[in-house]
């Protein structure tokens, strides 16, 4: 099992050329590969998946008659990010943070973007990620979103575009490290031979973060993870985290409200809580101001929040900024608060709840991707290309009916990277989602999930579509001379 006949198939590929020669920066991995007998990969391969089994690095899948616990398919092939490119999608991460938690600090607030009608007011007042109740809130330090996944597509230029931010509960950054540490075991001469940057400091950088958002006055901040519990499609990252910061899991059940405090119980008694990492959704946060029916949140919690006793991590109203049609106006978003273009382009977006817009979908269903603006896990979308003329009719009388929950776009020609199936490699359509912490200054994790669509042909990379993931290598900026060590 080796590169020899290896085909892009036209498509951008992260390792291999347009000329079917490895890529500079990825050519000590590739020989490295080819330098291996096809059994010793496939063992490899196999020891990487038994070690996911051994540790339980699970994702739940709700409504899967097969069983509810999965673990997520890991391809020991990873996806390298060049240092040049690093550097680019550093700063523009970072640009995109600093304006959309400026953008959500204003709409809860003065709500000036709106007044300059940079924005349609009812585009952003008719979503269902705006939360009335968060009018006037403001967090510590004027911090909304405090952990970010960006989801990230290289297209068929080579160029990378954001295709959709994640500000709410971004989930996934377990896999990233625990795809790191079984990677490590599996290639370990080549790893540290291309000067792969390190990932497993994200516990730190994470811890301090959420020590930074601590209520004012407050020097040394009680942290606690808030899981909905076990039966959470991320409890598994929930309770890795959380081991990871050295700080208490609880559920709601753990948590009451004394004197405007949170207060956990313990053993030891109660105990005041300063920084809450939420993994709760808003509307569960607290059955007094959402929804009244909710069993996961703790009542009360967003009076203290307002009142400035108890910090919470992404703040409640952060979704506003997940709203794929919001999402369209992240540039003129950019271009308003800070006065600068953006660094990482948007992928062309087309508002169905715009008649123009609406028409062009309507009349090009079969050459665009459509979307329902508030779902993800690839839920609520018609890849046009590859759909049936029934899809296609059913989409277009939703979007007749509810042209607001609907967005679209062009079918990207995702780039594919190398990776193991059966006996062979071949290519496979790849995204990928950086992680950003906002704390005492931005914060991006170098690497991030790469998510693979493990059927051939596929560009839903999700894990609950049938996804795998790949470790990524953000590399230094020079690998160092490697020798071939068959037994390493």
Not at 299 to 316: D, H, S, Y
Not at 430 to 436: A, K, T
Request: charged share 25%; net charge negative.
């Amino acid at each position: 099992m080796n590169f020899e006949g290896y085909d892009t198939q036209g498509f951008y590929d992260e390792l291999i050329g347009e000329d079917g020669q490895p890529r500079k920066e990825a050519l000590p991995l590739i020989e490295r590969i080819n330098a291996l007998p096809c059994k010793d990969l496939r063992r490899r391969q196999k020891a990487a998946e038994h070690a996911l089994h051994q540790q339980g690095i699970t994702f739940s899948v709700y409504g899967d008659k097969k069983g509810t616990e999965k673990i997520m398919p890991f391809d020991i092939l990873p996806r390298i990010v060049t240092a040049k490119e690093w550097d680019v999608l550093e700063k523009g991460l970072k640009q995109r943070i600093r304006a959309l938690n400026l953008f959500i600090d204003d709409i809860y607030n003065g709500q000036q973007i709106l007044k300059d009608k940079v924005i349609p007011r009812d585009l952003v007042l008719s979503s269902e990620c705006y939360l009335e109740q968060c009018r006037g809130l403001s967090p510590p330090k004027k911090i909304w979103i405090h952990v970010t996944g960006t989801d990230l597509v290289r297209a068929g230029d080579g160029e990378f575009y954001v295709l959709e931010d994640n500000l709410r509960c971004p989930s996934g950054i377990s896999y990233v490290l625990q795809n790191r540490t079984i990677q490590k075991r599996t290639l370990p001469i080549v790893f540290q031979a291309m000067r792969t940057r390190p990932v497993s400091d994200y516990g730190d950088h994470l811890y301090e973060t959420l020590r930074h958002a601590a209520p004012k006055g407050v020097e040394n901040p009680t942290v606690i993870v808030l899981t909905p519990g076990i039966y959470n499609s991320a409890y598994y990252e929930h309770s890795f985290l959380a081991q990871q910061m050295g700080v208490p899991l609880a559920q709601g059940s753990d948590l009451t409200i004394i004197d405007d405090q949170v207060m956990l119980r313990t053993t030891r008694g109660f105990e005041k809580v300063d920084v809450i990492y939420r993994r709760i959704d808003d509307n569960f946060l607290d059955p007094e101001v959402f929804n009244k029916g909710s069993m996961l949140g703790v009542p009360g919690i967003m009076e203290c929040f307002r009142k400035g006793t108890v910090a919470l991590a992404n703040a409640p109203g952060t979704g506003i900024a997940d709203d794929k049609a919001i999402y369209a106006y992240v540039p003129q978003i950019i271009k308003y608060y800070l006065d600068e273009e953006p660094i990482i382009k948007n992928v062309p977006t087309y508002i169905c709840e715009d008649q123009k817009d609406r028409d062009y979908t309507l009349a090009n269903l079969d050459k665009l991707v459509v979307k329902a603006v508030n779902l993800s896990g690839g839920y609520g979308m018609l890849i046009g290309p590859v759909s049936t003329e029934a899809e296609r009719k059913e989409f277009a009388k939703k979007i007749q009916e509810n042209p607001r929950d609907y967005i679209a776009q062009p079918t990207l020609a995702l780039s594919r990277t190398p990776t193991i199936v059966g006996d062979r490699i071949e290519g496979r359509h790849v995204d990928f989602r950086p992680y950003i912490l906002y704390g005492k200054s931005i914060f991006v994790l170098p690497g991030g999930l790469t998510r693979v669509a493990l059927t051939k042909g596929s560009l839903v990379v999700n894990s609950s579509q049938g996804g795998g993931s790949k470790d990524t290598w953000v590399l230094g900026d020079s690998p160092i001379t490697m020798e071939v060590d068959l037994d390493a």
